[in-house]
């Protein structure tokens, strides 16, 4: 069944994003929390290959380019680079932007579609039922809602049409026990646990065949043996995750070293399609399926559903240009355990950056790097006898990365944050009771000590928390005089060179009123 050895690469993708609309703060949390994890595995000097990009065909983006009075190609080129900048001002790492209108895709995807239908998996029938296009999905009888003057609906209120078209079906049917087979072989696939569970109890209420082509709309990519069909949005989007590799050369060496995939990050309503339609595509392709699918939660804004319709969607942008790219990262990343819903707040989102960023890790660089300046003529003084508070502080320190690389490795990003919080504590109290700015004239030695033990707090957390926050610790790293690149999580940590001399400092992150 295999149709990859894989060697040693981890492969981390985000949802492409549909390119009906201007992004949104949905679209930039699954983007950063993908950066955060391939920030992390690069800082372990893994060979890491992260992707993101765009969903370009399909019945919604043909209307929405309709209603824009655009021609599709311009449309989607225009909203796909509204994406391409959202990541790129997000501060994001991907290694590639991958859009569904590019040839490579359309040559995988349609490659994807002659292997299923050599292997007898896909079969011609006839559609009839409803279609939600805002989820661009086939829903069944019994989810319809009927509304006054023959308006149909999903239980959310979606509008659905009826469809009665020629259609090609995936024997979806047949995969079921295999799918349960899988799930059971393989505990990890879905997480977190709850979400395994609706997966499960849902293949074991059964599976129907999956239509698979629609002939009502042009704009996808044709069907290869039938150009009066067009393969269904969802299939040609889930092979997105392998022709970024080069598939169908399932010898070039991406394929070879990065399929299958680590982690597909999603959110919770797109589940189905990840952890029920695509690994049973790829099995009865002969692909391996991905190691995990992770479905994160979503935001509300202020306590409300966040939609066009209330006028309440957050713009990434705006946010990123009046707090800057950290503040925004931090707080997706720390206010909600990745997994669960959460809401968006204004005084929430103030509260983290005064209270975290500003007051918590800035206050410390702030008072660190001062006093080494003042008392010490700016070089890292050298370390002399320990006290028992001072090994104290080391512990904890020496014990943050695994403990932090543990969660990040099981995307607990909030949980990582809360721990290296801890050692910011710490540290803000460790100062505050070894009060170094009164040893300069008592005890000059001890307070080398106190600062040397202080710069090698800040030396480890530039390091550490460089995934979640690579501007400010960019920022951070030349203050602390650390050539870039120099440490990774990768290496055992160098002892603070002997005579390291400082820049003057510089506040990290000013106060926000
Ligand atoms: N094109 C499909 C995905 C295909 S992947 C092979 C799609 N696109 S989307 O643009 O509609 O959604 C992209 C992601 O944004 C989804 O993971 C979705 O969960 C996420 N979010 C949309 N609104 C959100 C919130 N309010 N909160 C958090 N994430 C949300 O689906």
Known sequence: MVESAKESGCYITTPIYYVNDVPHIGHAYTSLACDVLARFHRSQRHKTFFLTGTDEHGLKVETSARKAGMKIKDFTDQVSGNFQRLVQELGCSNDDFIRTTQSRHIKAAQHFWRVLEE????????????????????????????????????????????????????????????????????????????????????????????????????????????????????????????????????????????????????????????????????????????????????????????????????????????????????FLMREVPFGMDGDFSRQALRSRFNGDLVHGLGNLAQRVLTLIQKNCAGIVPDIGAETSEDRHMKDALHAMPIIVGRHIENLAFSRALEEIWRVIAAANRYIDAQAPWRLKKEDPQRMATVLHILYDVLRRLSVILAPFLPTGMKKLSEQLAIPEGSITLADSWPAVPSGLVLPPPAILYPRAE
């Open 119 to 330: 292997k007898g998996e896909i079969y011609i029938g006839r559609y009839r039922g409803w279609y939600c296009m805002r989820d661009e999905n086939f829903v069944a009888e019994s989810d319809v809602i009927k509304g006054d003057n023959d308006t149909h609906t999903t239980t959310d209120g979606a509008p659905l049409q009826w469809l009665e078209e020629d259609s090609y079906f995936f024997r979806l049917s047949q995969w079921q026990e295999k799918l349960l087979e899988f799930y059971r072989t393989h505990p990890h696939f879905i997480a977190p646990e709850t979400r395994r569970n609706e997966v499960i109890r849902f293949v074991e209420g059964g599976l129907h065949d999956l239509s698979v082509s629609r002939t009502g709309i042009s704009w996808g990519i044709p069907v290869p043996s039938n150009a009066s069909h067009v393969i269904y949005v969802w299939i040609d989007a889930l092979t997105n995750y392998l022709s970024a590799l080069g598939y169908p050369n399932t010898e070039e060496d991406s394929f070879q070293q990065f399929w299958p995939a680590d982690v597909h990050v999603i959110g919770k309503d797109i589940l189905r399609f990840h952890a029920v339609y695509w690994p049973a595509l790829l099995m009865a392709a002969g692909i391996e399926p991905p190691k995990q699918i992770f479905a994160h939660g979503w935001w509300t804004n202020e306590g409300k559903k966040i939609s066009k319709s209330l006028g309440n969607v957050i713009d990434p942008f705006a946010l990123i240009d009046t707090w800057g790219q950290d503040a925004i990262r931090y």
